[in-house]
């Protein structure tokens, strides 16, 4: 069965999810944001084993902890090769929205590219790899069909989508990847990069699939 605890953190109120595997106690982090000792002490306090840490994009709110977690426990780090310029310009990008200077992880590689990858098993679970373009390039949403739950990263929230207004922004790709999303269940339960839960029924009756 699978589990999760979600963390909120940092300045912007990201979700970080850590989820697991209940038999098994195998486990990732979906999106590692602000900071990876927090986490740690989360993964240790459950007693989990920590196989990877997916980001479901580059933006930096979503990966300031990704650095620690992989030096503490010796695991890949996941995403998209198309958000590595997003990654490569955190500094830059943390300062300008928090209006601070911020240690951002100086990340040197991408171990696991997931535009090469369908599926991330960890335990008895597994997560389905649904590329989802729009938001940035390679946002990412992982889910869980077993359990029908969806970590849709900044793609998709309560009652609206992502943002798309960046220079590498897309509305077009964004509305094909919701209107993808709209084929899961509508029993889905949604957890977003941000805010509350929803489910995929009740968001698709919403504007976000009329434009």
């Known amino acids: 069965m699978i589990k999760y605890e979600v963390l909120v953190m940092g300045e912007?109120?990201?979700n970080c999810f850590l989820v697991w595997d209940e038999s098994s106690k195998d486990a990732v982090?979906?999106?590692a944001a602000d900071d990876?000792?927090?986490?740690?002490?989360?993964?240790?306090?459950?007693?989990?084993?920590?196989?990877?840490?997916?980001?479901?994009?580059g933006h930096f709110d979503h990966n300031l902890g990704a650095l620690d977690l992989k030096l503490i426990y010796n695991i890949p780090y996941c995403v998209s090769k198309k958000d590595w310029?997003?990654?490569?310009?955190?500094?830059?990008?943390?300062?300008?929205y928090l209006k601070m200077e911020v240690n951002t992880p100086n990340l040197k590689k991408i171990d696991i590219d997931l535009e090469k990858e369908k599926?991330?098993?960890?335990?008895?679970?597994?997560?389905?790899?649904?590329?989802t373009p729009g938001h940035t390039p390679?946002?990412?949403?992982?889910?869980?069909?077993?359990?029908?739950?969806?970590?849709?990263?900044?793609?998709?929230?309560?009652?609206?989508?992502?943002?798309t207004d960046f220079e590498y922004g897309s509305a077009e790709k964004i509305f094909k990847s919701l209107r993808s999303l709209m084929n899961l269940s509508?029993?889905?339960?949604?957890?977003?990069?941000?805010?509350?839960?929803?489910?995929?029924?009740?968001?698709?009756?919403k504007y976000v699939l009329k434009n």
């Open 85 to 96: 310029f997003l990654l490569e310009r955190q500094k830059e990008t943390a300062k300008y």
């Open 186 to 205: 509508e029993d889905t339960m949604v957890l977003s990069g941000h805010g509350e839960e929803t489910t995929i029924g009740n968001e698709k009756s």
């Open 119 to 131: 599926e991330i098993i960890f335990g008895d679970e597994r997560f389905e790899i649904f590329k």
């Open 138 to 163: 390679g946002s990412m949403c992982f889910y869980n069909k077993k359990n029908e739950i969806l970590f849709s990263g900044d793609t998709l929230f309560k009652d609206c989508r992502g943002r």
């Open 36 to 57: 990876g000792v927090i986490i740690s002490e989360e993964i240790e306090k459950r007693g989990l084993k920590l196989k990877y840490i997916l980001a479901t994009h």
């Open 12 to 14: 912007l109120q990201t």
């Open 29 to 31: 982090i979906i999106d």
